[in-house]
Nanobody, 123 residues
């Protein structure tokens, strides 16, 4: 089992950048694939990005590809989401999630979730 705590959200102007962090408890963080999801008001939660256990493979939603970068530091039990060129439509609560198994992104349903951090992009 792993506990996840997000940080780094806030208010930023369009075109700006933020870096979200996802700190994990436990000594087995490297055994989990990690992802970021977001949910805007009145919308369903959507996948943003994911990274495999070793960090060798990353995946992105088309809407963030080229602007967001997911990474991880297993020695620090932390995953990151660097968000550049932010747009008002990126406004949402961003949550990190983890699961030992990641077979396909389309079918991925992580078991462990953080509480989320608010990101607001003003125009």
């Amino acid at each position: 089992q792993v506990q996840l705590v997000e940080s780094g959200g806030g208010l930023v102007q369009a075109g700006g950048s933020l870096r979200l962090s996802c700190a994990a408890s436990g000594r087995t963080f490297s055994s989990y694939a990690v992802g970021w999801f977001r949910q805007a008001p009145g919308k369903e939660r959507e996948f943003v990005a994911a990274i495999r256990r070793s960090g060798g493979n990353t995946y992105y939603a088309d809407s963030v590809k080229g602007r967001f970068t997911i990474s991880r530091d297993n020695a620090k039990n932390t995953a990151y989401l660097q968000m550049n060129s932010l747009k008002p439509e990126d406004t949402a609560v961003y949550s990190c999630a983890a699961d030992p198994t990641l077979i396909t992104i389309a079918a991925w349903s992580p078991r462990y979730w953080g509480q989320g951090t608010q990101v607001t992009v003003s125009s």
